[in-house]
């Protein structure tokens, strides 16, 4: 599986859009791009994958550039409940999901 | 509320005990795995069960012996651990099906503490 690799610490203001990037220049055809967060104390949260297209949810946006190498998770409103470790995540058909060290993201009030 | 369920939260046992976390998936689904977060590190993946068949341990110390009894249920044994094994034991469920591309989905975890 493709590792990644993102800032180790971002900050964002309470209401303004939050931009996580994420580089996976190792990644192959099959391989899905998923992102997790994990709040203190908690277990990780699944918020969104996708394989090449753009995808959202009523958490989040995931964008995925056209040669697959990076991607930005966007939290379009974020707020003081976004604090947390977001994890970005390549993986194929196998079990393990590599979680790495992620961002930590700090949301200002 | 995430479908999967772990008991207790909280653990604080000697090295010599012996006890047992346990988590419950609602999900439906049909593969469980347990992973060990220790602090500062990522999250090491220790066992997977797909139809309660264990396929994969990455080299875990046989002090923890892990049991599924069915696709709902996923137990992790433990026996005469050691200082170091302190760390937040957390439960994942996916449906694991060929290619499947399924995100897991974690339980809130056991915070183990050995003395």
């Known amino acids: 599986d493709a590792k990644t690799t993102q800032p180790p610490s971002m900050d964002c203001a309470e209401g303004r859009a939050a931009n996580l990037p994420c580089n996976h220049s190792t990644i192959s055809g099959n391989e899905y791009v998923y992102w997790y967060r994990q709040i203190h104390s908690q277990g990780p949260q699944y918020i969104i994958h996708?394989?090449?297209n753009n995808e959202t949810n009523e958490m989040a946006s995931l964008i995925i550039t056209e040669d697959r190498k990076s991607s930005t998770l966007i939290l379009p409103h974020a707020t003081l409940r976004d604090t947390a470790v977001y994890y970005c995540i390549v993986r194929s058909s196998g079990n393990q999901f590599y979680f790495g060290t992620g961002t930590s993201l700090t949301v200002i009030p | 509320e995430t479908g999967v369920t772990q008991t207790p939260r909280h653990l604080v046992m000697g090295m010599t005990n012996k006890k047992s976390l346990k988590c419950e998936q609602h999900l439906g689904h049909n593969a469980m795995y347990w992973y060990k977060q220790s602090a500062k590190k990522p999250l090491e993946l220790m066992f997977v069960?797909?139809?309660?068949?264990?396929?994969e341990n990455n080299s875990v110390p046989s002090r923890f012996s892990p049991e599924c009894p069915n696709s709902s249920h996923l137990f992790l044994h433990l026996h005469t651990l050691q200082p170091e094994d302190s760390a937040l034991y957390l439960c994942a469920s996916r449906v694991e099906q060929g290619a499947s591309n399924q995100p897991q989905h974690f339980g809130d975890g056991t915070r183990l503490s050995i003395l």
């Open positions: 069960y797909n139809f309660k068949e264990q396929t």
């Open positions: 996708g394989l090449k």
